[in-house]
């Protein structure tokens, strides 16, 4: 194993945070991993981490050689992107995470016309509704539903948001038709909830108005952490729901749902749906896949065709 192979691996157990997650991340055991750091270490001729049951913490020179394997790294990323441009078509791994509704309806179609299309590569695809550290998990692109938080990446905006509130006829017939954001408000909602994100209010105005927009609590009677439960939830008349169109497969009326107060705009503080990366000077591989998911979604999106009256938002 080269030096350069050796100082790489050294630097994933210090981002990884962890033996067990580099060892992972490579697909080896931890003694082997530790083996390797230590043979390092022997190698290099100083101790790069203090090293107790449970935890581990580097050295003056662990800090410092860590610093250089950074730029190492860096280097070698900028080597292997030159080399990509040189190719006459995408090929190697490419490594994706995603909220789960949005992989399974939206980039599974693509990935399977893209595996067609290009033999020579090979794709790993995470679906996970938290947020992934792209970095540390070594992701060349994770798709997120949400606000930008992260400075240190690069983002490319795939659509807008568009968040509607939608309910069953069957709850209708029992709860009644609300047409104020304070009568939707007294109603039970299914919430949406995972590790880094609960929905549960609302800030909501009249489309119509130049009123400012106001804050809902929403009455939690059923919390959840995937998008399709929450839908299939709304059918099964437990409560109202937030969401936004591109989670729906179809129409409203196809799938025995319908919006609730629609002459208001629903919003979520700027966010949108993106392509995060970590590099600037991104492969082909990757800059191929954005576009075609841009290009499926397509502009403006595919399911702002579900609410025609909506085309103006």
């Not at 090293?51 to 900028?78: C, M, P, Y």
């Not at 009455?219 to 591109?246: C, E, F, R």
């Not at 991104?282 to 954005?290: C, G, Q, R, S």
Request: hydrophobic residues 40%; glycine residues 4%; proline residues 4%.
């Amino acid at each position: 194993m080269s030096l350069a192979t050796q100082l790489l691996l050294f630097a994933d157990v210090v981002n990884q945070g962890s033996f067990s997650k580099a060892a992972t991340l490579h697909e080896m055991d931890n003694s082997s991993l530790s083996k390797k750091i230590k043979k390092l270490e022997t190698e290099l001729g100083v101790q790069l981490l203090n090293r107790s049951t449970r935890s581990f913490s580097l050295t003056s020179a662990g800090e410092d050689i860590l610093k250089q394997t950074t730029k190492l790294s860096d280097v070698l990323n900028d080597i292997q992107l030159i080399a990509n441009s040189y190719q006459s078509q995408p090929k190697g791994i490419l490594r994706i995470t995603s909220p789960i509704y949005f992989g399974q309806n939206y980039l599974q179609p693509i990935i399977a016309r893209f595996i067609e299309q290009y033999p020579n590569i090979q794709i790993v695809h995470s679906l996970d509704d938290r947020k992934s550290d792209i970095i540390s998990e070594q992701f060349d692109i994770a798709f997120r539903l949400g606000k930008l938080t992260e400075s240190n990446l690069i983002a490319k905006k795939i659509a807008d948001t568009h968040f509607i509130l939608i309910a069953s006829n069957d709850f209708i017939e029992r709860h009644g038709l609300p047409t104020t954001p304070q009568q939707l408000s007294e109603l039970p909602a299914i919430v949406y909830s995972n590790v880094d994100l609960t929905i549960d209010q609302l800030r909501i105005k009249n489309a119509h108005t130049n009123e400012r927009f106001c804050h809902y609590k929403m009455q939690t009677k059923y919390k959840v952490s995937d998008v399709k439960t929450m839908i299939n939830a709304a059918k099964d008349g437990i409560g109202y729901a937030l969401i936004d169109l591109s989670n729906l497969e179809g129409s409203l009326e196809q799938q025995g749902l319908v919006q609730l107060l629609p002459n208001m705009i629903i919003s979520r503080v700027d966010t949108a749906i993106y392509a995060i990366y970590p590099h600037r000077k991104h492969t082909m591989l990757v800059k191929e896949f954005i576009q075609a998911v841009q290009d499926h979604i397509g502009t403006p999106p595919r399911w702002k065709m579900y609410l025609p009256h909506q085309q103006s938002l």
